[in-house]
C-alpha cells in the first residue's frame, strides 16, 4: 500500500468503499454515497447505515492500523469513539514483532474493551 495514501482521509475512503461492497452501507462510488439497486429510497433509507459496521484497515508492511466507520454511525465504535485505541493496540503489536494474527487480536479485544 503507497505510504502517500495511508492518511486517514484516504484509509476512511478506502473503508467507505469496503463496507459499500460487503453491504453495510449503502453503495459508495468514492464521491457520493448512494444505492446502486433499482428500488427507490426513501431520504431517511438512502442515508441510513449499519450503526455497528466498521473496518479495520491493517497495513503490516508500515506497523500501522485505522479503523474506518460510516460518518453517521458512531453507536458502538468510530475513529472517534474508540477508533484510536483499536488502531492503537494493533500497532502497538505490530511494532512490537508480534505476528499479523496477534496483532488482529489486539484489535478485537480493544474493540471489545471499547463497546
Not at 21 to 30: Q, V
Not at 36 to 50: G, I
Not at 75 to 88: I, K, M, N, T
Amino acid at each position: 500500500w503507497p505510504a502517500s495514501e495511508s492518511d486517514s482521509a484516504s484509509l476512511q475512503t478506502l473503508g467507505d468503499v469496503v463496507l459499500s461492497r460487503w453491504g453495510f452501507t449503502p453503495g459508495y462510488n468514492g464521491v457520493d454515497t448512494r444505492s446502486y439497486r433499482t428500488r427507490v429510497y426513501s431520504w431517511d433509507e438512502y442515508y441510513a447505515n449499519c450503526p455497528n459496521a466498521a473496518a479495520l484497515i491493517v497495513l503490516p508492511s508500515i506497523g500501522e492500523a485505522f479503523l474506518a466507520s460510516p460518518a453517521a454511525s458512531c453507536e458502538f465504535v468510530c475513529p472517534e469513539r474508540g477508533g484510536a485505541e483499536v488502531a492503537a493496540a494493533v500497532t502497538r503489536a505490530l511494532r512490537s514483532g508480534e505476528p499479523l494474527r496477534s496483532a488482529l487480536e489486539a484489535g478485537v479485544q480493544a474493540t471489545a474493551e471499547t463497546v
